[in-house]
Protein backbone atom coordinates (compact mmCIF):
# COMPACT_ATOMS: atom_id res chain seq x y z
CA UNK A 1 0.00 0.00 0.00
CA UNK A 2 1.18 3.57 -0.91
CA UNK A 3 0.25 5.81 1.32
CA UNK A 4 0.70 9.83 1.32
CA UNK A 5 0.83 11.88 4.18
CA UNK A 6 1.10 15.64 5.13
CA UNK A 7 3.25 17.16 7.68
CA UNK A 8 1.05 16.14 10.48
CA UNK A 9 0.84 12.92 9.08
CA UNK A 10 -2.66 12.99 8.40
CA UNK A 11 -3.58 10.29 5.31
CA UNK A 12 -4.34 12.47 2.31
CA UNK A 13 -4.33 9.12 -0.09
CA UNK A 14 -3.73 6.01 0.25
CA UNK A 15 -3.89 3.18 -2.37
CA UNK A 16 -2.94 -0.62 -2.21
CA UNK A 17 0.09 -2.03 -4.13
CA UNK A 18 0.14 -5.43 -5.10
CA UNK A 19 3.24 -8.06 -5.82
CA UNK A 20 2.31 -10.78 -7.59
CA UNK A 21 4.90 -14.02 -7.30
CA UNK A 22 3.77 -15.78 -10.52
CA UNK A 23 3.87 -19.21 -9.74
CA UNK A 24 4.56 -19.19 -6.22
CA UNK A 25 2.58 -20.14 -2.91
CA UNK A 26 2.72 -16.90 -0.89
CA UNK A 27 0.70 -18.58 1.68
CA UNK A 28 -1.74 -16.91 4.31
CA UNK A 29 -1.16 -15.32 7.26
CA UNK A 30 -3.25 -14.42 10.83
CA UNK A 31 -2.73 -11.65 12.80
CA UNK A 32 -3.64 -11.50 16.49
CA UNK A 33 -3.75 -8.39 18.06
CA UNK A 34 -4.54 -8.89 21.88
CA UNK A 35 -5.48 -6.68 24.85
CA UNK A 36 -8.25 -4.24 24.65
CA UNK A 37 -8.35 -0.37 24.17
CA UNK A 38 -8.39 0.31 27.93
CA UNK A 39 -4.37 -1.84 27.55
CA UNK A 40 -1.73 1.38 28.35
CA UNK A 41 -0.17 -1.23 25.08
CA UNK A 42 -2.71 -0.52 23.13
CA UNK A 43 -1.30 2.34 20.74
CA UNK A 44 1.87 -0.10 20.41
CA UNK A 45 -0.06 -2.99 19.79
CA UNK A 46 -2.38 -1.51 17.07
CA UNK A 47 0.46 0.13 15.46
CA UNK A 48 2.55 -2.98 15.12
CA UNK A 49 -0.35 -5.27 13.93
CA UNK A 50 -1.51 -2.56 11.23
CA UNK A 51 2.38 -2.58 10.11
CA UNK A 52 2.55 -6.47 9.58
CA UNK A 53 -0.56 -6.38 7.70
CA UNK A 54 1.09 -3.85 4.86
CA UNK A 55 4.09 -5.80 5.13
CA UNK A 56 2.48 -8.70 4.88
CA UNK A 57 0.46 -6.92 1.67
CA UNK A 58 3.65 -5.66 -0.02
CA UNK A 59 5.31 -9.11 0.25
CA UNK A 60 2.06 -10.45 -2.01
CA UNK A 61 -0.43 -11.76 -0.01
CA UNK A 62 -4.32 -9.98 -0.44
CA UNK A 63 -6.68 -8.88 2.11
CA UNK A 64 -8.21 -12.45 1.79
CA UNK A 65 -5.15 -14.22 2.56
CA UNK A 66 -4.37 -12.79 6.00
CA UNK A 67 -7.44 -13.11 8.70
CA UNK A 68 -6.63 -10.03 10.89
CA UNK A 69 -8.22 -10.05 14.66
CA UNK A 70 -8.44 -7.05 16.43
CA UNK A 71 -9.92 -5.46 18.80
CA UNK A 72 -14.38 -3.72 18.89
CA UNK A 73 -14.47 -0.54 17.04
CA UNK A 74 -11.47 -0.90 15.36
CA UNK A 75 -11.65 -1.81 11.28
CA UNK A 76 -10.01 0.41 9.20
CA UNK A 77 -6.91 1.04 11.01
CA UNK A 78 -5.67 3.34 8.13
CA UNK A 79 -8.91 5.25 7.53
CA UNK A 80 -9.06 4.89 3.67
CA UNK A 81 -12.72 3.30 3.88
CA UNK A 82 -11.43 -0.24 3.61
CA UNK A 83 -11.78 -2.84 6.48
CA UNK A 84 -8.76 -4.49 7.17
CA UNK A 85 -9.69 -6.24 10.56
CA UNK A 86 -11.96 -9.63 9.83
CA UNK A 87 -13.55 -9.98 13.69
CA UNK A 88 -12.58 -9.49 17.36
CA UNK A 89 -9.84 -10.72 19.12
CA UNK A 90 -11.67 -13.80 20.82
CA UNK A 91 -11.16 -17.51 21.41
CA UNK A 92 -14.62 -18.81 19.44
CA UNK A 93 -14.70 -21.05 16.40
CA UNK A 94 -17.25 -18.98 15.14
CA UNK A 95 -15.14 -16.29 13.63
CA UNK A 96 -12.53 -15.88 16.36
CA UNK A 97 -8.96 -17.49 17.07
CA UNK A 98 -10.27 -21.47 16.77
CA UNK A 99 -11.88 -20.49 13.43
CA UNK A 100 -8.92 -18.91 12.04
CA UNK A 101 -6.57 -21.83 12.63
CA UNK A 102 -9.05 -24.80 11.96
CA UNK A 103 -11.19 -23.28 9.46
CA UNK A 104 -10.44 -20.52 7.44
CA UNK A 105 -7.12 -21.79 7.14
CA UNK A 106 -8.31 -25.28 5.49
CA UNK A 107 -8.97 -22.45 2.24
CA UNK A 108 -5.26 -22.95 1.17
CA UNK A 109 -3.45 -26.25 0.22
CA UNK A 110 -1.89 -28.23 2.52
CA UNK A 111 1.36 -27.29 1.60
CA UNK A 112 0.74 -23.48 2.02
CA UNK A 113 2.66 -21.73 3.82
CA UNK A 114 0.89 -20.10 6.97
CA UNK A 115 2.48 -17.20 9.00
CA UNK A 116 0.78 -16.45 12.71
CA UNK A 117 1.76 -13.15 14.38
CA UNK A 118 0.64 -12.05 17.66
CA UNK A 119 1.01 -8.88 19.67
CA UNK A 120 0.19 -7.58 23.16
CA UNK A 121 1.02 -8.47 26.58
CA UNK A 122 2.20 -12.11 27.80
CA UNK A 123 2.74 -14.03 30.68
CA UNK A 124 4.03 -18.03 31.18
CA UNK A 125 2.61 -19.70 28.43
CA UNK A 126 -0.25 -17.17 28.01
CA UNK A 127 -1.10 -14.12 26.11
CA UNK A 128 -4.16 -11.37 26.75
CA UNK A 129 -6.17 -11.63 23.98
CA UNK A 130 -9.18 -8.83 24.51
CA UNK A 131 -10.65 -7.13 27.56
CA UNK A 132 -14.33 -8.71 27.20
CA UNK A 133 -15.48 -7.46 31.16
CA UNK A 134 -13.94 -4.58 30.50
CA UNK A 135 -12.00 -4.21 33.70
CA UNK A 136 -8.46 -3.38 31.62
CA UNK A 137 -6.72 -6.66 33.27
CA UNK A 138 -6.78 -10.21 31.82
CA UNK A 139 -8.71 -11.77 34.72
CA UNK A 140 -11.26 -14.27 32.89
CA UNK A 141 -10.31 -17.74 31.16
CA UNK A 142 -12.03 -15.80 27.96
CA UNK A 143 -9.85 -13.63 27.45
CA UNK A 144 -6.82 -15.28 27.81
CA UNK A 145 -4.75 -17.56 25.15
CA UNK A 146 -3.05 -20.20 26.52
CA UNK A 147 -0.13 -21.63 24.63
CA UNK A 148 -1.90 -25.23 25.14
CA UNK A 149 -4.81 -23.53 23.10
CA UNK A 150 -2.53 -22.41 20.31
CA UNK A 151 -0.69 -25.79 19.61
CA UNK A 152 -4.20 -27.85 19.77
CA UNK A 153 -5.22 -25.35 16.82
CA UNK A 154 -1.93 -25.73 15.12
CA UNK A 155 -1.54 -29.15 15.69
CA UNK A 156 -5.04 -29.70 14.04
CA UNK A 157 -2.86 -28.33 10.61
CA UNK A 158 -1.05 -31.38 8.10
CA UNK A 159 3.15 -31.77 8.75
CA UNK A 160 3.12 -30.40 5.58
CA UNK A 161 2.34 -26.65 5.74
CA UNK A 162 5.01 -25.15 6.78
CA UNK A 163 4.27 -22.45 9.63
CA UNK A 164 5.86 -19.70 11.15
CA UNK A 165 4.83 -18.38 14.30
CA UNK A 166 6.28 -15.25 15.78
CA UNK A 167 4.91 -13.91 19.09
CA UNK A 168 5.57 -10.44 20.65
CA UNK A 169 5.30 -10.52 24.19
CA UNK A 170 6.76 -10.49 28.04
CA UNK A 171 7.63 -14.07 28.73
CA UNK A 172 7.24 -14.94 24.84
CA UNK A 173 9.51 -17.59 25.20
CA UNK A 174 7.17 -19.75 27.21
CA UNK A 175 5.29 -20.53 23.95
CA UNK A 176 8.54 -22.14 22.05
CA UNK A 177 8.75 -25.62 23.12
CA UNK A 178 4.99 -26.32 23.45
CA UNK A 179 4.80 -25.16 19.23
CA UNK A 180 8.43 -26.52 17.84
CA UNK A 181 7.61 -29.04 15.91
CA UNK A 182 8.31 -30.62 12.25
CA UNK A 183 8.22 -27.78 9.60
CA UNK A 184 7.99 -24.93 11.95
CA UNK A 185 9.01 -21.88 12.60
CA UNK A 186 8.64 -20.51 15.89
CA UNK A 187 10.30 -16.96 16.96
CA UNK A 188 9.94 -14.90 20.36
CA UNK A 189 10.64 -11.52 21.32
CA UNK A 190 12.04 -12.81 24.78
CA UNK A 191 12.76 -15.80 26.79
CA UNK A 192 11.33 -15.67 30.32
CA UNK A 193 11.98 -12.07 30.26
CA UNK A 194 10.16 -8.69 29.32
CA UNK A 195 10.01 -7.42 26.11
CA UNK A 196 10.46 -3.84 25.44
CA UNK A 197 7.24 -2.61 23.15
CA UNK A 198 7.74 1.70 23.00
CA UNK A 199 7.45 4.88 21.32
CA UNK A 200 3.91 3.60 19.00
CA UNK A 201 5.55 0.28 18.35
CA UNK A 202 8.61 1.87 16.91
CA UNK A 203 10.96 0.54 19.09
CA UNK A 204 10.46 -3.30 19.59
CA UNK A 205 11.74 -6.84 17.77
CA UNK A 206 8.74 -6.33 15.58
CA UNK A 207 9.29 -3.17 14.14
CA UNK A 208 12.75 -3.95 13.25
CA UNK A 209 12.07 -7.40 12.34
CA UNK A 210 8.82 -6.48 9.98
CA UNK A 211 11.08 -3.90 8.36
CA UNK A 212 13.69 -6.18 7.01
CA UNK A 213 11.09 -8.70 6.11
CA UNK A 214 9.78 -5.54 3.93
CA UNK A 215 13.04 -5.31 2.24
CA UNK A 216 12.86 -8.76 1.02
CA UNK A 217 15.37 -10.71 3.30
CA UNK A 218 14.54 -14.20 5.07
CA UNK A 219 12.58 -14.81 8.40
CA UNK A 220 16.16 -15.86 9.68
CA UNK A 221 18.07 -12.73 8.34
CA UNK A 222 15.32 -10.41 9.43
CA UNK A 223 15.23 -12.02 13.04
CA UNK A 224 19.28 -11.74 13.17
CA UNK A 225 19.20 -8.08 12.15
CA UNK A 226 16.28 -7.26 14.84
CA UNK A 227 17.82 -9.26 17.75
CA UNK A 228 21.29 -7.07 16.63
CA UNK A 229 18.98 -3.86 16.70
CA UNK A 230 17.78 -4.36 20.20
CA UNK A 231 20.93 -5.31 21.79
CA UNK A 232 21.42 -1.45 22.33
CA UNK A 233 17.89 -1.07 23.44
CA UNK A 234 17.00 -3.88 26.22
CA UNK A 235 18.58 -6.97 27.66
CA UNK A 236 16.00 -8.79 26.25
CA UNK A 237 16.97 -12.42 24.25
CA UNK A 238 14.88 -13.25 21.63
CA UNK A 239 14.07 -16.86 20.76
CA UNK A 240 13.89 -19.15 17.51
CA UNK A 241 13.11 -22.88 17.07
CA UNK A 242 13.38 -24.46 13.67
CA UNK A 243 14.30 -27.83 14.13
CA UNK A 244 11.63 -29.02 16.19
CA UNK A 245 13.53 -29.93 19.30
CA UNK A 246 11.68 -27.21 21.52
CA UNK A 247 15.53 -25.79 22.82
CA UNK A 248 15.61 -22.43 21.24
CA UNK A 249 18.45 -20.92 19.68
CA UNK A 250 20.61 -24.12 19.82
CA UNK A 251 23.57 -24.72 16.73
CA UNK A 252 20.72 -26.60 14.73
CA UNK A 253 18.52 -24.14 15.00
CA UNK A 254 18.35 -21.10 11.80
CA UNK A 255 18.60 -23.01 8.74
CA UNK A 256 14.57 -23.68 8.31
CA UNK A 257 14.00 -19.83 9.32
CA UNK A 258 17.16 -18.99 6.89
CA UNK A 259 15.00 -20.56 4.14
CA UNK A 260 11.78 -19.11 4.45
CA UNK A 261 10.24 -15.89 2.95
Not at 46 to 62: F, K
Not at 112 to 131: E, I, K, R
Request: glycine share 10%; net charge negative.
Amino acid sequence: RITVTDTANNVTASTPLQIVHDGIDVGQAIIIAGGGQSDHLWPDTRNLSQYAYDVLQSRGLSDDQIYFLSQPGDRDLDNDGIDEIDANATLNDTDGVEYALTTWTQEAQSDSPLFVYLVDHGGAGSMWLNDSNGSGLADSAEEILTVDMLRAHLDTLPDTRPITVFYEACKAGSFVAPLAGPNRVILTSAGNENATIAVDGNISLSQYFFSAIASGRSVGESLSLASAAMTVISPQVPRLDDDGDGAANGQADGLLADATY
